[in-house]
């Protein structure tokens, strides 16, 4: 779309930048939601977002997912409460680990900082991830994980 300095090329450049009033309700939704969750749950759907900005190889992430559901199974019913402790979270995040993935996850995580604008819970949240690298990867796997299980 060609910007002109005419009153109607700069109204349709602003309307461009903006996101549909939908996405915006869906956001405002999300993070109305994220101060009702637990801590465990409010990092995991932080980080899951985040999370989508990275670019992982697809088969690599796949294989670690279905390996991950099998050790889930092993220990019980699989489609039970999702803890970030428990032995297949640990092993999805070891598997997929590196400091490159590591580092690319922290600055998607310090991108949702403005989310926490007048949101003290999901501001605290987010500080918390980004003091935390281990806890915030330890997400990113348990995010990878629910995803698959639901």
């Known amino acids: 779309m060609a910007v002109t300095l ?18 915006i309700r869906g956001v405002e939704e999300w993070l109305d939601t994220l101060a009702a969750m ?37 220990g019980g019913d699989p489609q039970r409460e999702l803890e970030l402790d428990e032995t297949a979270v640990a092993r999805l995040a070891d598997e997929l680990d590196s400091d ?18 007048g949101r003290p819970v999901v501001a605290n949240a987010i500080a918390e991830l980004l003091a935390n690298p281990e806890l915030a990867w330890r997400c990113y796997a348990a995010g990878l994980l629910a995803e698959e299980l639901a």
């Open 6 to 23: 005419s009153p109607e090329g700069v109204a349709a450049a602003r309307l461009a930048e903006r996101p549909p009033p939908d996405f």
């Open 38 to 74: 637990s801590d465990n749950e409010r990092w995991t759907s932080l980080v899951y977002v985040a999370g989508r900005e990275l670019e992982l190889p697809e088969d690599a992430v796949n294989e670690a997912v279905r390996r991950a559901v099998v050790v889930r199974a092993v």
């Open 100 to 117: 490159e993935r590591r580092e690319r996850l922290q600055l998607a995580i310090a991108s949702l900082r403005s989310y926490g604008d």
